[in-house]
């Protein structure tokens, strides 16, 4: 499904902080920045903001009857805030992820059948047999990266971009690298189309991660590999955190790396379910 469909269909229902809407902008967080995305083909249309009747097409603007649509379709901010309730109930503690999730359009991130289902608990399809990660998975992992505004962050699997546009919104500046090429240009148009300007997008083998651009304070993989790859331990910063899943294709163990003083210590976070790391240091 194409982008701007996606805004049309929902454009009624939600909206957008003003920060996502105006790409390039200064920042509204101290010490944010902004970027532009080097693999967009694609330029903000001011006609596709929430609430523009211009970007609704005529078949839709017909029997666009508001009254029968806010009966019957859910609320997504008040979706998201029941969300993020339940992930504070599970135990998510942190206040600036909570509220960061409170902000991101999931149901944007997802395809068009299955936008009733963003906000539940599960991973959802996303195609080429590659998932969105559960709520309560971005919460933690999110979480447990310990991120600050304007932290340099690499993340491994893109996907349908989320999980990049979580860390955005804590003011990070994400590089975020994937390797199958549908995922990356749905991703990298969705995030440019929401004016989410903290994020590039690559295509390419995230295992040898991004040398030319390293070091990385913090690093995230989310997908599932053998080991970790070396050279995503060599582009980690000094004081840096890397959160990755290893262990076999069904099971894994969220394992975080810390850098300290030129040592690398590893704590084991959990048990973990993800899609495989696919690549020269993965399967
Ligand atoms: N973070 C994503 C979830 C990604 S699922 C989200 O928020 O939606 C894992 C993704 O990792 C898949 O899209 C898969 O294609 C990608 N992946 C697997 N191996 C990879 C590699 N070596 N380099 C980059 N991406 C990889």
């Not at 101290?30 to 995305?37: I, V």
């Not at 068009?112 to 969105?132: M, N, V």
């Not at 030319?212 to 070396?230: K, S, W």
């Amino acid at each position: 499904m194409h982008d701007k469909d996606m805004l049309a269909r929902h454009a009624p229902e939600w909206q957008v902080h003003p920060d996502w809407l105006q790409p390039g902008q200064p920042a509204a967080q101290p010490g944010r920045q902004t970027f532009a995305m080097p693999h967009s083909q694609h330029s903000a249309r001011p006609d596709s903001r929430p609430g523009s009747r211009a970007d609704i097409r005529p078949e839709l603007r017909a029997c666009a009857r508001p009254d029968v649509r806010s009966e019957t379709r859910p609320d997504p901010r008040r979706q998201r805030q029941r969300m993020v309730e339940e992930l504070a109930r599970q135990g998510i503690a942190d206040a600036a992820v909570l509220a960061a999730m409170a902000e991101v359009p999931r149901h944007l991130f997802v395809d068009e059948a299955l936008t009733g289902r963003a906000y539940d608990s599960g991973t959802l399809p996303i195609g080429r047999g590659q998932t969105i990660s559960s709520p309560f998975t971005v919460a933690k992992m999110t979480s447990l990266l310990q991120v600050e505004p304007g932290m340099r962050v690499l993340e491994i699997g893109t996907g349908s971009g989320y999980q990049a546009a979580v860390l955005t919104r804590l003011g990070c500046l994400v590089e975020s690298v994937e390797r199958l090429p549908e995922l990356h240009e749905k991703a990298t148009a969705l995030l440019h189309s929401l004016g989410c300007t903290g994020v590039r997008t690559w295509l390419a083998d995230g295992t040898l991660g991004l040398p030319a651009l390293a070091p990385f304070a913090r690093i995230i993989v989310t997908a599932g590999g053998p080991a970790v790859p070396h050279p995503l331990l060599e582009q980690l910063d000094e004081n840096g955190i890397m959160l990755i899943p290893v262990g076999n294709s069904k099971n894994q163990r969220l394992t975080r790396v810390f850098r300290r003083a030129g040592s690398l210590y590893e704590q084991d976070c959990g048990p973990a379910v993800f899609v495989d790391l696919v690549g020269s240091h993965g399967w």
